[in-house]
């Protein structure tokens, strides 16, 4: 019987976030079972055809729903020091940032009926990708579950607010990042915590989709090529 891994991520589909969704698929050419838990269900108008491929295992959930609220009841039930000691720590570690608070308040309760659902499945590991609220999921559903995670790590997600960083690492059986970079900053802000556990990944293409074409002939034009979407986030204006 094939591994079974959870993706989490903050939103799905998204046309942006072309990596993620070939890392799941060559890992479902690979042979294992790949089950999606977006923390947001994204609406675009256009998408990737790729995406039909795995939409019969993306989990979609309301956070105002009757399941959500019978999955804190369960946990309640089950886990009730656990399940209270995570509501406890998220606000005591988040009263620093008020947006982080607001939205990891959020996460908890969609972690708890997503930790349900990946107990019913037999989930056998979970990946998040960002080091932020999708992170903060996988770590709840560890709380819960005792599922293993690791996670992604990719730019302002480790850069602007790093709370709760060093325990997410520290739970975590692995950290993958981006960048030599990233690594480097990882190690230094936490010593030892890291390295032994992190891996450098960089965000490739499948050239059968993305070819590369004839080569022009050189001018004397200066040329700057940026592969990013169109994001403040990037940082287009610097350019």
Sequence with gaps: M?????????????IAETFILY?????????LQIEIFPLIRQKEPVRHAEVDK????????????VATVAAQLYWFRKKPKRYLQLWW?????????????????VVLPLAALYARRMEELAINHIHAHWATHPT???YIIKQLTGISYSFTAHADDIYV?????????????????????????LSELYN????PKTFVI??????????????????????????????????????
């Design 23 to 31: 890392e799941m698929l060559e890992l479902k050419r690979l042979g």
């Design 54 to 65: 795995l939409a019969g295992q993306v989990h979609y959930h309301q956070l105002f729903s």
């Design 89 to 105: 720590k998220i606000i005591r570690t988040h009263l620093k940032s008020l947006k982080f608070l607001s939205r990891s308040l």
């Design 192 to 195: 030892g915590l890291v390295a």
């Design 202 to 239: 960089r965000c490739g293409v499948d050239l059968e989709v993305f070819q590369i074409r004839a080569a022009k002939k050189p001018n004397d034009q200066f040329t700057i090529i940026c592969v990013a979407r169109l994001g403040k986030a990037k940082g287009h204006k610097y350019l």
């Design 2 to 14: 094939s591994q079974k891994v959870a993706y989490l991520m903050s939103r799905f589909p998204t």
């Design 136 to 138: 903060l999921a996988a």
């Design 161 to 185: 607010d790093q709370t709760m960083l060093d325990e997410k690492i520290r739970q975590a059986n692995f950290v993958v990042t981006i960048s030599e970079y990233n690594r480097q900053f």
